[in-house]
Structure formats: structure tokens, C-alpha cells
């Protein structure tokens, strides 16, 4: 069979015309991604810091007596829901202090406030006022921080991030609908004689809106499959770099690339929002025109 012989689609997948809109898609559907991203990431290391401030305590010795630090370490560890206590030394307490005030401008003779890391049991862990009981009984001045306060910030945090990132894709999808409309619209316009034939053949408005929609299913297939390669390279460079561990996204604790397994429907989705609302764009437009 020659090349002459073979049927052209009535709707070419790949048009000129067609180049903006892809690349708009593809533009959505990068950012999009990214946002989603974002959303999993932060959700990921709030739940992760919240387990761990849950799970742990800090007591301050505003005197820096590293004598009364250790004596503290020891009372604590043998209270009951009280898995292991630790007393910082002065060299940690001023590499605390070292991104602040810098690393030579801190005195030997500066009193600098020690603190006694303590682990609880996820459990039973042992309460606050139980802990402050001891010290108080044992002479000792110390403050207890339960770091509750640390965490409802945390969780607030992850709230408002996740409804700025729901709030985003919304928007980008949105967005995406309009375009789509927008183009089928356009490109219904400019094949007027083609469905003015189809018409004068028999054919139902369904038949005319499924060829638009299958146009805009490939094109939302391709161009969602790029901007989610492209937002997963965009991802995995920042985390190879180190940026990610510096970000909200990344946090102190680096999620890996496992956020990125979400993004493997994108463009799935994008094909099959494209094709709804070329389908509708057209089916309504045809019924005006009826």
C-alpha cells in the first residue's frame, strides 16, 4: 500500500497550531507537580518532628554546672517512663551557640546554660510534672521544655502549607480546564467545514466530540508525562545538591525521593482532563449551533 493510499487522521495529533498549548500543559503540569511535592515533603517531616518532640524532653541548667547537668542526667533515668537521659557537655552547648555569635567570640569564662536530653517512652512516657517533682525534690535549678508547644506549631505549620499547596493545585487545574477549553473552542472554529461534512454524513454530535477529545488525550498524555519528568529531575537535582535539606520541602530530615511516587498518575490525569473537557467544550458548543 502506498504512502498516497493511507487514511490521514480527520484530526491531526501533532498540528502547529497545537505547540502553545502543549507547552502551557506541560508548564501546569510542572508546577503542579512541584506543589504536590511540596504538600507530601512537609507533611512527611512535621509528622516525623512531631513524633520525635513527642518522645522527648529538654532540661536547662541556666548555671552551665556541668556537675549538676550529670547529677540531673542520673535522678531522671531512674524514673519510670524515662528511657535514657544525657548530659550535654560545654563544647556542645557552645556549638549551639557558634552560628550566632560565631566561633571565637565566645569567652572560656562565659557561663553558658547546659541542657539534659531526655528520651521517653512512646507508651508510658513519664509527665511533666512528675519530672519537675524530681528535680524540684532533688535542689537542682532547672527549667523542663516538654517541646508541646514545638509541635501544635508544627502541626499548624503543616496545615497551612497543605492548604496553600491544595489551594495551588486547585488553581493550576483550574487553569488547565479553561486552556483546554479554550483551544477545543478554537479548534472547532477552524474545522467548521469539517464538521459541517461530518454532519451532512451522519454523524452524531458524540462522534465529532470523541475525535477532539482523543486529540486532547494524546497531547494531554504527552505533555503530562514531560512536565512530570521535568519536576521529578527539577526534585531529584535539588536533593543531590543538598538544597532540599535546607528548605521547608526538605527539612532537617531529607525525605528521599519517595514523594516522587505520587507524581506517576500525573499524566494519567491531565490526559483524562484534557479529553473531558474537549468532549464537553465540544458537545456544547454543537448544541448551541443546533
Not at 498518575?265 to 456544547?284: E, H, L
Amino acid at each position: 500500500m502506498s504512502d498516497q493510499s493511507k487514511r490521514a487522521p480527520l484530526l491531526p495529533t501533532n498540528s502547529d497550531r497545537d505547540g502553545p498549548l502543549f507547552f502551557v500543559i506541560v508548564i501546569i503540569v510542572f508546577l503542579a507537580s512541584l506543589s504536590a511535592i511540596s504538600a507530601i515533603s512537609a507533611l512527611q517531616n512535621v509528622q516525623h518532628w512531631q513524633n520525635a518532640l513527642r518522645n522527648e524532653m529538654t532540661v536547662q541548667i541556666p548555671s552551665g554546672d556541668q556537675a549538676a547537668a550529670e547529677r540531673t542526667a542520673r535522678i531522671l533515668s531512674q524514673i519510670p517512663g524515662v528511657v535514657s537521659t544525657r548530659a550535654a557537655t560545654r563544647d556542645e552547648a557552645k556549638a549551639l551557640l557558634e552560628p550566632w555569635l560565631g566561633a571565637k567570640n565566645i569567652p572560656d569564662d562565659l557561663p553558658i546554660p547546659l541542657l539534659v536530653y531526655i528520651q521517653l517512652e512512646k507508651k508510658s512516657p513519664a509527665s511533666l510534672d512528675v519530672l519537675t517533682t524530681a528535680i524540684a525534690n532533688a535542689g537542682i535549678n532547672a527549667s523542663i521544655d516538654d517541646h508541646q508547644q514545638w509541635a501544635n506549631d508544627l502541626a499548624r505549620s503543616a496545615k497551612a502549607v497543605q492548604f496553600l499547596s491544595i489551594s495551588v493545585l486547585a488553581l493550576l487545574i483550574t487553569a488547565s480546564i479553561a486552556v483546554t477549553g479554550f483551544a477545543t473552542r478554537a479548534g472547532l472554529a477552524a474545522r467548521r467545514d469539517l464538521v459541517k461534512v461530518l454532519h451532512l454524513v451522519g454523524a452524531k454530535d458524540q462522534i465529532i466530540a470523541r475525535l477532539f477529545g482523543g486529540k486532547f488525550i494524546i497531547m494531554g498524555l504527552k505533555a503530562g508525562t514531560l512536565g512530570t519528568l521535568l519536576a521529578m529531575l527539577s526534585v531529584i537535582g535539588l536533593t543531590i545538591s543538598g538544597v532540599g535539606a535546607a528548605s521547608f520541602m526538605g527539612g532537617a530530615t531529607q525525605p528521599g525521593l519517595s514523594p516522587l511516587l505520587a507524581l506517576l498518575p500525573a499524566p494519567f490525569i491531565t490526559a483524562a482532563v484534557g479529553g473531558w473537557t474537549a468532549y464537553r467544550s465540544v458537545m456544547d458548543s454543537l448544541r448551541k449551533n443546533t
